[in-house]
T-cell receptor
Framework: GQSLEQPSEVTAVEGAIVQINCTYQTSGFYGLSWYQQHDGGAPTFLSYNALDGLEETGRFSSFLSRSDSYGYLLLQELQMKDSASYFCAVWEYGQNFVFGPGTRLSVLP | KAGVTQTPRYLIKTRGQQVTLSCSPI?????VSWYQQTPGQGLQFLFEYFSETQRNKGNFPGRFSGRQFSNSRSEMNVSTLELGDSALYLC????????????FGPGTRLLVL
């Protein structure tokens, strides 16, 4: 089986840096993805880690450590528009895509 | 390029009825996946189609089925609707070999009364 865990909520202020963690249990996977979903909207792709290490895409960075079964999404220079839910997802062997429960990020002025 | 489109956007049905949802992927994307999103269970994978073949299936009862056409458009069918089927149904498309990057449509919100 597989499971992913994320904090349910995170709060930070504009301009700050926030890290959203994701721990997982899976029998094997190709990589870890991150998606953003605003209320009433569809998930949008943010980042993907196939290998251990850091991937940077603008203000967003994502990290994966397979040995620790752990990854995180780092958001820098937070803006109000970053208030949304963030999901980690593993692409499992056998082509099954499993999403975490999501972390609701609230950015305060 | 146009994004993923889903029709209808909203649907109200009663228990026991069946429903068909439609998804048109981004042009050139041959992989289409379907997900159910509810407040209690989150985003759950239903199935994936590639080149008209179901490539993978999640843990849902047989009442949930789908198909894909030669133009990559996909439909999802739910028969004998139950109250618990009320959810946002999301379709996502991706390029061959790039399953990790899924492009989601706006979803169909289904309410079963």
């Amino acid at each position: 089986g597989q499971s992913l865990e994320q904090p349910s909520e995170v709060t930070a202020v504009e301009g700050a840096i926030v890290q959203i963690n994701c721990t997982y249990q899976t029998s094997g996977f190709y990589g870890l993805s991150w998606y953003q979903q605003h209320d009433g909207g569809a998930p949008t792709f943010l980042s993907y880690n196939a290998l251990d290490g850091l991937e940077e895409t603008g203000r967003f960075s994502s990290f994966l450590s397979r040995s620790d079964s752990y990854g995180y999404l780092l958001l820098q220079e937070l803006q109000m528009k970053d208030s949304a839910s963030y999901f980690c997802a593993v692409w499992e062997y056998g082509q099954n895509f499993v999403f975490g429960p999501g972390t609701r990020l609230s950015v305060l002025p | 390029k146009a994004g993923v489109t889903q029709t209808p956007r909203y649907l109200i049905k009663t228990r026991g009825q069946q429903v068909t949802l439609s998804c048109s992927p981004i042009s050139g994307h041959r992989s289409v996946s379907w997900y159910q999103q509810t407040p209690g269970q989150g985003l759950q994978f239903l199935f994936e189609y590639f080149s008209e073949t179901q490539r993978n299936k999640g843990n849902f009862p047989g009442r949930f089925s789908g198909r894909q056409f030669s133009n990559s458009r996909s439909e999802m069918n739910v028969s004998t609707l139950e109250l618990g089927d009320s959810a946002l149904y999301l379709c996502a498309s991706s390029l061959e070999g790039r399953t990790e990057t899924q492009y989601f449509g706006p979803g169909t919100r289904l309410l079963v009364l």
